[in-house]
Nanobody, 115 residues
Framework: QVQLVESGGGLVQPGGSLRLSCAAS????????MGWYRQPPGKQRELVAS???????NYADSVKGRFTISRDDAKNTVYLQMNSLKPEDTAVYYC?????????WGQGTQVIVSS
């Protein structure tokens, strides 16, 4: 099993940047497909970006070219670099670890994009 703790959220102006981190504890971090999801106010949770154990990445169309997901298996950490932030990026961002039928979620970190 793996436990996930997100950090790095906060208030940022439109056009600004944030880097989210997700630290994992437990064993075998490198085997997990890691993902960042977000849940805007009043909306459903949606996939933002994911990265496989082999480093293949996938992005939602709304964030392509602005967000970058990466992982450091030596540090058991996955990152989400968010640039050119827009008000519509405002949401609670969640980290996810998945392998087979197993899923684990972090507690979430709030991102607010506002002037």
């Amino acid at each position: 099993q793996v436990q996930l703790v997100e950090s790095g959220g906060g208030l940022v102006q439109p056009g600004g940047s944030l880097r989210l981190s997700c630290a994992a504890s437990g064993s075998s971090f490198s085997i997990y497909r890691m993902g960042w999801y977000r849940q805007p106010p009043g909306k459903q949770r949606e996939l933002v970006a994911s990265i496989t154990s082999g480093g293949n990445t996938n992005y939602a169309d709304s964030v392509k070219g602005r967000f970058t997901i990466s992982r450091d298996d030596a540090k058991n950490t996955v990152y989400l670099q968010m640039n050119s932030l827009k008000p519509e990026d405002t949401a609670v961002y969640y980290c996810n670890a998945a392998v087979g039928k197993y899923n684990s979620w972090g507690q979430g970190t709030q991102v607010i994009v506002s002037s």
